[in-house]
């Protein structure tokens, strides 16, 4: 059967005592057949023991109103707190920790623009400092804006990225750790995230966080919210690997998957040997850039004839570093991915190359 629209003036009869939402989300429970608690609602302990199945019955025939001014989506039942936690409408809390603002998440940007300014980060760089203590700050890449939460204790160092738009879900962030002194430094991946501000809370992590609807609040601490957080790493590892006790860290969204044919890869090959380039590039005094081991071999540039140069090129360097390219055995049916360097390592015993 299909499903039956449920018109507004209805659901004002069906309001959550709690959330003041409708009332659509199972299990529906009640005390006294007028007062009614909705499913999103369940943890929160009220006097509502009877679930109302009648009702639900009934319910899961219709479509009902996203509840976000803005959303013209119909959700059916079932699928109301699935839509509820993607809906670009959706109400939030602020999530910058202290203010007490709510708005729909698709303002995000203006309002920290207008209010939290000093959140909003470029090179999202930052040094271990042994603190402790959860910080939050807005980032943009490709113009979509990302949250990040970092949290450090005197132990270890928590790291999540959070998408405000549905489309910027599921793209892998990079954290590379960097020790000046020794010139040595880790790279780790993690995913982004949605956002949702009923789980990324600053309070929760501090453990000082009220709101009821919170997964993590201090009224519901059963579980830890650091174990959600998408990457973490033990701060003496850290230190150790790396040599140094001062150490910096950057944090970055990485880029959509390359296949090997397209021109902006070809800009990698080494013009003598035509190997993709990683590591370290050097280049001539003319700025054509050439493989480390072609230019150790070689004089001048075969390109221009200029002498070769101790020169680096970084800019050539970091895309080789932070590309996303396909495995070469692709088509073999290798679904390994990876920057320039770990293809390269990962091609000498791909197991589908011999297919
Ligand atoms: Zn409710
Ligand atoms: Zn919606
Ligand atoms: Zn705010
Ligand atoms: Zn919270
Ligand atoms: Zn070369
Ligand atoms: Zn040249
Ligand atoms: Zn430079
Ligand atoms: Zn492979």
Request: aromatic letters at 10%; glycine letters at 0%; proline letters at 0%.
């Given at each position: 059967m299909d499903h039956i629209y449920i018109t507004q003036a209805v659901i004002e009869h069906f309001k959550c005592v709690l959330c003041d939402k409708h009332v659509f989300v199972s299990p529906i429970t009640t005390k006294d057949d007028r007062s009614f608690k909705c499913g999103r609602c369940v943890c929160i302990k009220s006097d509502h023991p009877i679930q109302v199945h009648a009702l639900e019955k009934l319910a899961s025939y219709f479509k009902f109103p996203c509840c976000f001014e803005g959303c013209d989506e119909t959700i059916p039942w079932g699928n109301v707190i699935e839509h509820e936690r993607l809906c670009n409408y959706r109400v939030i809390n602020c999530p910058s920790g202290h203010c007490k603002d709510r708005y729909s998440i698709n303002k995000i940007v203006t309002h920290f623009d207008q209010?939290?300014?000093?959140?909003?980060?470029?090179?999202?760089q930052y040094r271990l400092n042994n603190s402790f203590g959860a910080h939050l700050r807005m980032f943009f890449y490709n113009q979509e804006p990302y949250l990040m939460i970092f949290y450090e204790n005197k132990v270890r160092i928590y790291i999540g990225v959070y998408s405000v738009n549905a489309k910027g879900d599921n793209v892998p962030f990079q954290v590379q750790f960097n020790a000046s002194s020794t010139n040595k430094s880790l790279i780790f991946r993690s995913n982004v995230v949605l956002f949702n501000d009923q789980e990324h809370c600053l309070n929760c992590l501090h453990h000082i966080c009220n709101n009821n609807y919170h997964k993590y609040s201090s009224v519901d601490r059963n579980c830890d919210i650091k174990k959600n957080m998408p990457f973490v790493i033990d701060k003496t590892y850290l230190t150790m690997t790396l040599d140094s006790e001062i150490v910096c860290y950057i944090v970055k969204i990485m880029g959509e998957m390359k296949d090997r044919d397209q021109t902006f890869v070809k800009n990698l090959e080494c013009p003598v040997c035509q190997c993709l380039m990683s590591g370290s590039i050097f280049s001539c005094r003319v700025g054509h850039a050439i493989c480390e081991d072609c230019s150790d071999r070689l004089k001048a540039c075969p390109l221009c004839a200029e002498p070769l140069t101790n020169m680096r090129c970084f800019a050539l360097e970091g895309i080789a570093e932070s590309l996303r390219l396909l495995c070469i055995n692709k088509e073999k049916g290798c679904e390994f991915v990876g920057n320039v360097d770990q293809c390269k390592n990962h091609e000498k015993t791909c197991a589908a190359a011999k297919r």
């Open positions: 209010k939290h300014k000093n959140y909003i980060s470029s090179a999202n």
